[in-house]
């Protein structure tokens, strides 16, 4: 007996309308009996969650109080390596970037995609690049954007307890001044910097660092708190300490930068 016209071995596109129908109900089903069909990794997160609407109230004093544990470097760290296995793999040459004043902000950013999206990435050894905010622009430390919900910068430019935040006005439970939001925001700051002892040590090199600072104030963050803490670990042996000469700085140059905390270009 012939095979029938219409059997799957003589007309191909039944074979390929199957396929596709039951594709479509594999992609469905998740959907249909609730869930993803895509996990969210710590490593490589697809729902990367951001910093909250709502603003959460911590107690500054409290927040010092765990800021200034310097284990909580090593939660950076751990929260970096979640994101960033690299960074805790022998032989990553690791860098970890700094900014002080007016328009350095994206003068890290494009020294992050520099780093980690250029040929330094799957260079011998491997490049890998940080700052304080995250691994990237994108994948924030959680820690991060805990600091970012607690808007202690708004807080502490407060008046008579209270503070606007996205528009809308709250009393605030725990009024405080812009110098306690300097010191919450510095003692972070001073901690990420303590990151480079737990890199250092996992990749065998030491860390270097590359600080934007032009322009900067010599009684912010950057001088109160982050290097001092670079000078102790450039002492130590943990970390390479470069300043950028001017804003066009490449941090593949050797010639754009000073090197040394001694040498720092901020003055009191």
């Known amino acids: 007996m012939d095979p029938s016209?219409?059997?799957?071995?003589?007309?191909?596109?039944?074979?390929?309308?199957?396929g596709i129908l039951i594709l479509s109900c594999i992609i469905a089903a998740p959907i249909v009996f609730g869930g993803t069909s895509q996990a969210c990794s710590t490593a490589v997160c697809t729902c990367h969650p951001g910093p909250s609407l709502e603003p959460s109230f911590a107690n500054p004093a409290e927040k010092i109080k765990e800021l200034k544990d310097p284990d909580f470097s090593k939660k950076?760290?751990?929260?970096?390596?979640a994101y960033e296995?690299?960074?805790g793999t022998p032989g990553t040459q690791a860098h970890m970037s700094f900014w002080s004043g007016k328009g350095n902000h994206g003068n890290v950013l494009?020294?992050?995609?520099?780093?980690?999206e250029g040929p330094a990435a799957t260079a011998t050894p491997p490049n890998r690049a940080i700052w304080n905010e995250g691994v990237n622009a994108f994948y924030q430390y959680p820690s991060w954007v805990k600091i970012l919900d607690e808007h202690w910068y708004d807080r502490g430019s407060g008046a008579n307890g209270t503070v606007t935040i996205f528009g809308k006005t709250y009393q605030d439970p725990y009024p405080m001044t812009y110098e306690q939001a300097d010191a919450i925001v510095g003692e972070y700051s001073a901690r990420y910097a303590g990151m480079a002892e737990y890199i250092a040590k996992a990749t065998g090199k030491p860390v270097k660092v590359w600080c934007y600072i032009h322009g900067a104030k010599p009684n912010r963050v950057f001088s109160r708190f982050e290097e001092p803490a670079l000078?102790?670990?450039?002492?130590?042996?943990?970390?390479?300490?470069?300043y950028a000469k001017s804003v066009e700085a490449a941090w593949e140059n050797p010639d754009d930068w000073i090197r040394g905390t001694a040498n720092t270009p901020l003055t009191a």
Do not use: C, F, H, Q
């Open 76 to 81: 950076l760290y751990n929260e970096a390596v």
């Open 110 to 116: 494009r020294l992050l995609d520099t780093v980690n």
């Open 5 to 18: 016209r219409e059997s799957p071995k003589n007309n191909p596109w039944i074979l390929i309308l199957a």
């Open 85 to 87: 296995p690299m960074l």
């Open 231 to 242: 000078k102790k670990l450039e002492e130590k042996g943990l970390v390479e300490v470069y």
